[in-house]
């Protein structure tokens, strides 16, 4: 079948155009996905720790089973030395890099973000600090009573090189409905301009799966790529569908499942034309599906993320080391590239 020039000539494809992927049979998409892709006949990983810091937060997310309200995880909160030694194992396991994510709450402050990074960032100066949310970062600003600017400003001054985009659908109607506490799209897309000023990085990120129209996922793609045309900071794109198990949308949605997630991941690899990678994201659906992904645009399996607790409270306990990953990659048919936080290539297998 012959495809109109638009989506095979690899130029940029309007909001209209993206419309029309929405019935466009799996393996077109997967094709026209496919010749997007970046990282030629290698594929990445990241050897990192998840250090999901508390659960305790205000924002009580409906779609969120980790919060200490879903009543799935007791309320807990880590020390800032249980969060070094966590640190400190991450590197003597080969880690290169820790993320840092937890809940809204008046106790994390940004000056404990800013004194629990510089210990970390003296101790390991090589380990690459890829910490708080966006929405994380916001709540930071509002307590401190600073600019959101600002409050990026200190976090990289105190050891912070990037941060997760963690966007969950960038549509206000969906916000609104189902996290008014987390920041809003206006904020969110502050934080990356502050993030640009200071030269740092972040991955722009897609929970799907939450009772959206197709539209509304477009609409979504729209605000990343806009962003990134205004600033340049994503490394990466990453799209996953939500776990409603345990969650306060149960019994509204469904699970996407597998194909809803390959299609939207290709869909989002041929609208966004100026990120270079895209990860398929193993630990809700899996690294046999992920395997899959690097066929339909991915050219990335992601971090190892020892730990990660926000997924498994939703009840999907994924794991994967990096032996399981440079072998998902492999038979895809792809060489195993380990990277760092910068998506540069620390060796090849
Ligand atoms: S998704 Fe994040 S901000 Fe929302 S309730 Fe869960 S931990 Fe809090």
């Avoid at 794109?237 to 149960?250: C, D, L, Q, Y």
């Avoid at 939207?264 to 270079?276: F, G, P």
């Avoid at 994967?320 to 290539?345: D, Q, V």
């Amino acid at each position: 079948m012959q495809e109109p020039e638009k989506f095979s000539a690899g130029a940029r494809i309007s909001r209209a155009d993206a419309l029309e992927l929405e019935s466009a049979p799996l393996f077109k998409l997967a094709r026209l996905a496919a010749s997007r892709r970046a990282g030629g006949g290698t594929a990445g990983y990241v050897v990192n720790r998840m250090i999901n810091y508390s659960n305790v937060c205000a924002a009580r997310c409906k779609f969120c089973a980790y919060h200490a309200k879903a009543g799935v995880v007791p309320p807990f909160r880590l020390s800032d030395g249980e969060i070094f030694d966590l640190c400190a194992d991450a590197v003597e396991r080969g880690g290169v890099q820790i993320m840092l994510q937890g809940g809204l709450h008046p106790d994390f402050t940004l000056e404990w973000a800013q004194r629990l990074l510089s210990r970390v960032k003296s101790a390991f100066p090589k380990l690459w600090l890829h910490v708080f949310s966006p929405s994380e970062i916001v709540w930071f600003a509002r307590g401190a009573g600073v600019s959101i600017a600002e409050a990026v400003r200190r976090l990289k001054a105190a050891g912070a090189d990037s941060v997760p985009g963690a966007a969950d659908l960038l549509v206000e109607r969906v916000r609104g409905e189902l996290c008014p506490g987390k920041c809003s799209v206006g904020e969110w897309r502050e934080v990356m301009r502050a993030l640009a000023e200071n030269s740092m990085s972040s991955s722009a990120t897609m929970t799907f799966g939450m009772g959206e129209t197709f539209a509304e996922r477009i609409e979504h793609l729209d605000v990343v790529r806009g962003t990134q045309d205004e600033t340049g900071v994503f490394k990466a794109f990453i799209a996953w569908p939500v776990s409603p198990e345990r969650t306060g949308i149960e019994r509204r949605v469904e699970r996407a499942g597998a194909v809803e997630f390959l299609r939207t991941l290709a869909v989002a690899r041929i609208y966004l034309d100026n990120i270079e990678h895209m990860q398929s994201g193993w630990l809700t659906e899996g690294l046999k599906v992920a395997e899959v992904a690097l066929l339909f645009g991915a050219d990335d399996v992601g971090g190892v993320l020892m730990d990660e607790m926000v997924v498994r409270a939703a009840g999907i306990d994924n794991r994967a080391t990096a032996e399981n990953m440079r072998a998902a990659i492999r038979s895809a048919g792809f060489r195993p590239r380990e990277r760092g936080g910068l998506y540069e290539t620390l060796r090849e297998f």
